[in-house]
């Protein structure tokens, strides 16, 4: 048996898709899932920010939530998260708010670059569509009146291709292309997010740190069929074995009843041959006597005239062993203990609530763990990039609204002449320097007034935007005398003097440290009290000290001894009285942790006029030509053999002509992780993949005589000064005359003489 077995498959899709018309006889991978979706979703899963100065945040994550019913979606997420081990997360802006979509493992794939980041991912999946067009050959009709429609999604980080077919469209195969035999209509729109709004989720990552997205139950596949054969035969026997079978040494017509309103009676059609398919009849069943409802055949209560000889009994057999039903449930718990989780059925396990409460511990450690891999590695960098996105949004509407014009960015390929672009890209970095600058104070001063323009949208900027999750209840809740004991606990730690932003974790442990100092606001009177009391007792003391004299000095007093001096007791306490009286928050810069790839300025205009970007940074691998200037082995890539010059070099002697190796430092050739799919945004293979003599494509030039192309051969053609001409080879004269070898420019030519 193997994962991939359909019976295993079966069994995976029943309990993902809530299908009861498949032949399941297991309860594992069930139970396991319900057991994982009760202790990660709890009472209810809360996202927030932990700064958020301006209550604008929580509002926005509260809404986005909302808006996409995640919380009736989170329980069909974390099935199909289990049991595929991976998943993606994809959000789109949708008006004024945003679409989070959850796709399976097999709907979407993740491509990355070397850094890790995704560098573009494929998604599909299906709709349906009420269409006129009912005799579409490749249009699949939907299940609730529709026509299914596919649809693909490639998204880059400067664009969005969606492809639209009634067809089934299939990912990429081994060669490269697609297996659809019509298309689709295809449409590129512009990313205007200018990252990868996806994150990617795994359940399992190996030593290595590798991604393989294995499924929670792929491991134990073979035990899990093995367990579903048992309890099939279980089920069998009971169907056989369940009722008892009568023995007896009379007749049958003498034992069971006949005669009842639904007896059957032997038919001339029946008795020649004919029969029908969708009723019982006597051609295939004795007459006389009938089925109940549940199959069985009655036998009357009283069995008359019996013969001295005659038997008649019953025989009860044992369907289900007691060795046989205690090994499928202890396989049942083995199976369940090795997935992390607990039988619910295993009640002889705990004897006492704390034992009960202990044992499901084991339960709520591994869905834990579930959890982090979901929301805080998944939805929380969701919101996170909303969040930058809604910042980014809220200073170029301010600056729309105040009237500032961002500056022009200058591009490249605009100019002819690289002196006009260099003199073109100092003056925008000035101008947006000013733009920034004014921006920056208008918006402090819109802030601290509290007057924002109107057609503003967006968040304003804050700080860190890090998202964070927690539980909005405990599976199980605290008793009013638990809740009394944790509040005498904290009390007891604040007199000791521990911080009591401390010390109500013990009380409210879910919450973060600025709402623990939001909740301090108030007037701790007890704390007052007994810091007001340990001041008056510092100060009484320090009287007593003035009063007695000193043992060895006896002419003055005994606070005179600079070892007795307590002053600094008095500001101890003064200064942890102004601190419980002066809780507040604290705020988190950005720190550009969570921060994703995005394009550049001038790949964001690029992107909007339809041109490719040019700023992305490309896919080396160690060792190919487009890995950077050095070769294998650190040696110069223009080298000639063991690393000295190569062509072109000056003439000087050998020692002299020894190349040091200059090799690239490691932070700036990252190597791909572990398991990783890289994406290779350019698909022109020609600059990036060498010929077969290590020379690429374009550097071999034109066919031909190589004497034809040379400069000292023809230099009316191919000399200093001389035209291309496109007759002769205007692509060979072009490259020739570029490369430098029979070509002077006239500023060195003025230089040399």
């Known amino acids: 048996m193997s994962n991939n077995s359909a019976e295993f498959q079966e069994i995976l899709n029943a309990a993902k898709e809530k299908r009861g018309d498949l032949p399941v006889e297991t309860m594992i991978v069930s139970s396991h899932l319900a057991q994982m979706r009760l202790f990660i979703l709890r009472r209810g899963v809360e996202f927030f920010c932990d700064q958020d100065s301006y209550g604008g945040r929580r509002e926005f994550l509260k809404k986005v939530y909302e808006s996409n019913m995640l919380e009736m979606k989170l329980e069909s997420i974390i099935d199909y ?20 979509m959850y796709f399976p493992k097999d709907s979407y794939r993740c491509y990355r670059d070397q850094m890790g980041d995704i560098e573009h991912v494929e998604i599909i999946y299906t709709f349906e569509v009420k269409e006129p067009n009912m005799m579409d050959a490749y249009a699949t009709p939907g299940k609730r009146g529709g026509r299914k429609k596919y649809i693909q999604l490639k998204v880059y980080k400067d664009r969005v291709e969606q492809t639209l077919s009634n067809e089934k469209i299939e990912f990429d195969n081994s060669a490269g292309r697609l297996t659809m035999q019509q298309p689709g209509q295809t449409e590129v729109l512009s990313n205007t997010l200018g990252f990868i709004p996806a994150v990617e989720v795994f359940n399992h990552l190996d030593c290595t740190g590798e991604s393989t997205g294995t499924g929670e139950f792929d491991w134990m596949a073979n035990q899990i069929l093995f367990h579903d054969e048992l309890v099939r035969n279980v089920r069998k026997n009971m169907k056989f074995f369940g009722n008892p079978t009568l023995v007896s040494s009379r007749p049958r017509h003498d034992i069971l009843e006949s005669g009842d309103e639904n007896s059957m009676r032997p038919t001339i059609s029946s008795q020649a041959g004919f029969y029908a398919m969708d009723r019982p009849s006597t051609r295939t069943s004795h007459p006389g006597f ?19 000889t005659d038997r008649v009994s019953y025989m009860t057999p044992d369907a289900v062993s007691g060795d046989q039903n205690m090994y499928v449930k202890q396989y049942r718990s083995e199976i369940r203990l090795a997935l992390g989780g607990v039988d619910d059925l295993d009640f002889n396990m705990a004897s006492s609530a704390y034992e009960m409460k202990s044992l499901y511990g084991r339960c709520a450690a591994t869905a834990e763990k579930k959890a982090k891999a979901l929301f805080e590695f998944g939805l929380c960098k969701l919101f996170a990039l909303m969040i930058q996105h809604e910042e980014f949004l809220f200073e170029e509407s301010f600056a729309s609204a105040q009237g500032l014009i961002k500056p022009n960015l200058p591009l490249e390929e605009e100019f002819d002449d690289l002196v006009l672009f260099q003199e073109a890209e100092n003056t925008y970095a000035l101008e947006l320097q000013q733009y920034t600058v004014t921006k920056d104070k208008l918006l402090s001063a819109s802030i601290e007034s509290g007057n924002i323009p109107n057609g503003v949208i967006g968040l304003i900027p804050d700080g860190s935007d ?18 009394l004991n944790n509040s005498i606990v904290v009390r007891n730690l604040q007199e000791l003097g521990v911080d009591s932003i401390e010390a109500l974790k013990y009380l409210f442990p879910s919450k ?3 709402e623990r100092a939001a909740m301090l606001t108030g007037f701790p009177f007890r704390m007052v009290q007994q810091s007001q009391q340990a001041f008056n007792t510092f100060v009484s003391m320090i009287g ?16 005179a001894d ?47 006029l339809g041109l490719p970007t040019r700023d992305e940074r490309p896919v080396q691998l160690p060792g190919s030509p487009s890995g ?5 082995n650190g040696l110069p890539a223009n080298g000639g053999p063991a690393g000295f010059g190569g062509p072109g070099s000056s003439s000087q002697s050998l020692a002299g002509g020894v190349s040091s190796t200059q090799r690239k430092p490691e932070f700036t050739a990252s190597v791909p992780g572990p398991g990783v799919v890289l994406g290779i945004s350019d698909t022109d293979s020609t600059s990036q993949y060498p010929g077969q003599l290590g020379l690429t494509a374009p550097a071999m030039g034109q066919s031909g005589s190589a004497d034809l192309f040379s400069a000292s051969f023809n230099p009316g053609l191919f000399g200093p ?11 060979a004269a072009v490259s020739a005359a570029g490369s430098g070898a029979g070509s002077v420019s006239k500023s060195r030519r003025k230089r040399s003489k």
């Open 628 to 632: 950077g200037s050095s070769g294998f």
């Open 512 to 514: 973060t440290d600025e």
């Open 562 to 608: 600079p070892n007795l001096d307590i002053t600094g007791f008095l500001y101890r306490s003064l200064d942890f009285l102004r601190k419980e009286l002066s809780y507040s928050g604290k705020y988190k810069p950005d720190d550009g942790e969570l921060t994703p790839s995005k394009l550049s300025d001038a790949d964001r205009k690029r992107s909007q």
């Open 81 to 100: 998260f289990l049991c595929d081990g991976q998943g993606l997360f994809y959000f789109r802006p949708s008006g004024d708010s945003y679409q989070i």
């Open 721 to 731: 000064g001389a035209q291309p001409n496109s007759a002769v080879g205007g692509s």
């Open 290 to 308: 009938s089925a109940g409802l549940d199959g069985q055949i009655k036998v009357p209560r009283v069995i008359a005239n019996l013969e001295p």
């Open 544 to 559: 007593q000290l003035y009063q007695l004299p000193h043992p060895q000095i006896p002419n003055q007093p005994l606070a």
């Open 466 to 483: 890090k998202v964070n999750w927690r539980w909005t209840g405990e599976i199980f809740e605290e008793d009013s005398q638990g809740i």
